[in-house]
């Protein structure tokens, strides 16, 4: 019997970001990958994911931007929700300094250069430049061009006007697994303490060796912390 299991990408990524991920779990999940380019607000964005996800009941997988769109889905619909794990994300608002960098970016994308906008990232999304694998910039640099620059736009707009979600993480009971990699720049593991430490009986893992993009740099360490939350008891987080 297959687990039916929504996953939510960040910004600004596509599935591709999961195609490691699905293959290792290929015959333990049922996948269906949500698509968050339609929507300006993180609310808009999880109310288009519950309406359009084929199952009535499943487990949640929200990377960065995904983990916001997660957290509002837990506010919206917390019975259709068995087990939720948040990858390389945070509970909080922008910070004034994130804002300033998101402005930057969308400067960028408003005069069509999503190959600057993707080339500014890659520092930032991945553990090491020097030690990446070329193969991984690449995939990084067709899912920027693959949003494109409207839809890039909608989600920067969403992401800066999220709720802090900090206040409600003590109210999710279903079996979280939170996870980040150990050099993640954007969300470090310090903002994922924070989230497990508010979530009773969440299991929090970091990834040696890899940044931001944890799905793609680690996929096989990833793909084993997904099989064990999978298999988790429905009672606890263990």
């Known amino acids: 019997m297959t687990t039916p299991v929504v996953f939510l990408h960040g910004l600004p990524t596509t599935e591709a970001v999961w195609s490691p991920i699905l293959e290792r779990l290929k015959g333990q999940i049922d996948p269906w990958v949500a698509d968050l380019t339609a929507d300006d607000s993180i ?29 509002e889905i837990m506010r919206q619909a917390p019975e259709r929700i068995e087990r939720l794990a948040l990858l390389d994300t945070q509970a909080r608002p922008d910070t004034a300094e994130a804002i300033e ?16 906008v993707a080339e500014r990232l890659v520092p930032v999304v991945f553990d090491s430049v020097e030690v990446v694998d ?11 061009r693959s949003v494109g620059a409207e839809a890039f736009l909608r989600q920067q707009r969403a992401i800066m006007e999220r709720v802090d979600s ?5 109210a999710i009971r279903c079996p979280t697994l939170v996870l980040c990699g150990a050099h993640d720049l954007l969300t470090p593991p310090d903002r994922h303490e924070e989230i497990a430490s508010a979530i009773a009986g969440a299991k929090l893992v970091v990834v040696p060796g890899a940044g931001h993009l944890s799905p793609l740099e680690r996929p096989y360490e990833v793909a084993y912390a997904l099989t064990m939350w999978l298999q988790a008891s429905a009672g606890r987080a263990g």
Request: proline share 5%; charged share 20%; glycine share 6%.
């Open 166 to 170: 900090r206040p409600t993480l003590a």
């Open 43 to 71: 609310p808009a964005m999880a109310a288009r994911t519950l309406t359009e996800a084929p199952f009535e009941r499943f487990a949640l997988v929200g990377h960065s931007m995904g983990g916001y769109v997660a957290l």
């Open 134 to 144: 070329a193969a991984l910039i690449a995939i990084h640099r067709e899912m920027v």
């Open 101 to 116: 960098r998101r402005k930057a970016l969308i400067e960028l994308a408003q005069q069509g250069r999503m190959d600057a």
